[in-house]
């Protein structure tokens, strides 16, 4: 682990890193975690016969939107001119569950790790909103950045 945190000063006060003097550069973040629900809930999701409609459509829409408003969640996070966010799903029986993955692209002065971890976060969240009404059980696992690229920091790849 490489030295200070950025988000506070010599005080130790929370404050907003100023990027202004960083290069603009592309940049891209992947995020990934599943949901592991009753074999049940895997079937009504596969099936599309969820009683709210399409679950995987509306999660996803959910994670995109989820990426566009981060600096509205996170508050010491810049607003990005994010310019790709996709959210795609893998469907798993031996979970039972779906495997998520989000990734978010701008060209700027810092990366979009917190809006992929925030897609693939909400669309898991839109998952068990929506079919919490058969199955109460249902968890959100190991959400975390596989990939990272552009900037001063280079390219990370989780192993």
């Known amino acids: 682990m490489a030295g200070k945190l950025s988000h506070f000063d010599a005080k130790g006060d929370a404050h907003m890193v100023d990027v202004g003097a960083k290069p603009v550069t592309d940049r891209i973040a992947v995020a990934r975690c599943h949901i592991a629900m009753q074999p049940e809930t895997f ?4 099936q599309g016969h969820a009683k709210k ?6 999660a996803r829409l959910a ?4 990426a566009k408003r981060t600096s509205d969640l996170i508050p010491l996070c810049h607003p990005l001119p994010i310019t790709k966010v996709s959210v ?12 998520i993955e989000a990734t978010v ?5 810092t990366g979009v790790e917190m809006e992929a971890l925030t897609a693939a976060s909400v669309t898991a969240l839109t998952v068990y909103d ?22 001063k920091s280079g390219r990370f790849e989780a192993p």
């Open 43 to 46: 079937e009504i999701i596969a």
């Open 53 to 58: 409609g399409d679950v995987l459509g509306a």
């Open 63 to 66: 994670g995109i939107m989820a």
């Open 88 to 99: 795609d799903f893998e469907a798993d029986p031996d979970l039972p569950g779906y495997r």
């Open 105 to 109: 692209k701008t060209t700027g002065q």
């Open 130 to 151: 929506m079919t919490k009404a058969v199955d109460k059980s249902m968890q959100i696992r190991d959400l975390r950045v596989v990939l990272k690229d552009g900037g």
